[in-house]
């Protein structure tokens, strides 16, 4: 590898680990103002969302820059690939964050709602799986990713439990219809980020291995 090269792969490395924590945070931050009730954090989270997109659009084109410039091969490839893909799953991860913020700020405007138990668990266990997404990427550990690709299954099971929970509450509560509408459709964005926090583990899997594994987990 050239010392070009490596100054660009190591750059790019920045770039996407800073991108990650950005997306972390908003998501953290858009769960809280859910559960604070708290419009002015929520904002915080929508505004927050041009600056990752610019950044998005920063890594791209350093992705593209080193695929013209160094013909990167083998693992330098790999990551290169990865990056871009990465890169475009942070960047979905925080239009989710930004949807939840969204509904947040409308739920704060409304009379005050319980919020399950159920919503909670998932947006604890999205977390922990982004956690550690991140740690097997900068690990580079294979055994991780494949454990974080196994936690999607819990965040399935909750996302469908929380869909009967809504219904039952919209037939005791007819009045909290719109209300729960907002929390299912929290919940979907959970379930949705953790569906793209399983797709950066199994692009770890690829750079290391090389191995295109998307699809392979479904029915272990």
């Given at each position: 590898?050239?010392?070009?090269?490596?100054?660009?792969?190591?750059?790019?490395?920045?770039?996407?680990?800073?991108?990650?924590?950005?997306?972390?945070?908003?998501?953290?931050?858009?769960?809280?103002?859910?559960?604070?009730?708290?419009?002015?954090?929520?904002?915080?989270?929508?505004?927050?969302?041009?600056?990752?997109?610019?950044?998005?659009?920063?890594?791209?084109?350093?992705?593209?820059?080193?695929?013209?410039?160094?013909?990167?091969?083998?693992?330098?490839?790999?990551?290169?690939?990865?990056?871009?893909?990465?890169?475009?799953?942070?960047?979905?991860?925080?239009?989710?964050?930004?949807?939840?913020?969204?509904?947040?700020?409308?739920?704060?405007?409304?009379?005050?709602?319980e919020i399950p138990s159920d919503l909670?668990?998932?947006?604890?266990?999205?977390?922990?799986?982004?956690?550690?997404?991140?740690?097997?990427?900068?690990?580079?550990?294979?055994?991780?990713?494949?454990?974080?690709?196994?936690?999607?299954?819990?965040?399935?099971?909750?996302?469908?439990?929380?869909?009967?929970?809504?219904?039952?509450?919209?037939?005791?509560?007819?009045?909290?219809?719109?209300?729960?509408?907002?929390?299912?459709?929290?919940?979907?964005?959970?379930?949705?980020i953790a569906d793209q926090i399983t797709?950066?583990?199994?692009?770890?899997?690829?750079?290391?291995?090389?191995?295109?594994?998307?699809?392979?987990?479904?029915?272990?």
């Amino acid at each position: 590898m050239s010392l070009h090269l490596q100054r660009e792969i190591a750059n790019l490395k920045k770039q996407l680990l800073t991108m990650s924590a950005m997306v972390q945070e908003i998501i953290i931050r858009a769960v809280r103002a859910l559960n604070e009730r708290d419009t002015r954090l929520a904002d915080r989270v929508i505004q927050s969302d041009n600056e990752i997109d610019r950044l998005e659009l920063d890594i791209e084109e350093d992705c593209l820059k080193i695929l013209a410039l160094y013909n990167p091969v083998a693992q330098d490839l790999r990551f290169v690939v990865a990056v871009l893909k990465i890169n475009n799953d942070l960047e979905r991860m925080a239009d989710q964050a930004v949807n939840i913020a969204e509904r947040a700020k409308t739920l704060a405007t409304r009379e005050k709602i319980e919020i399950p138990s159920d919503l909670t668990k998932l947006a604890d266990i999205s977390l922990q799986m982004l956690k550690d997404a991140l740690q097997a990427l900068i690990k580079l550990d294979t055994d991780l990713a494949a454990a974080v690709i196994k936690m999607d299954d819990q965040a399935d099971d909750i996302h469908r439990q929380m869909y009967q929970l809504v219904q039952q509450k919209m037939r005791e509560n007819p009045e909290q219809i719109e209300c729960q509408i907002n929390i299912i459709s929290i919940s979907r964005n959970l379930e949705r980020i953790a569906d793209q926090i399983t797709n950066i583990a199994e692009d770890v899997i690829y750079l290391v291995k090389g191995d295109i594994i998307r699809h392979s987990y479904q029915n272990d």
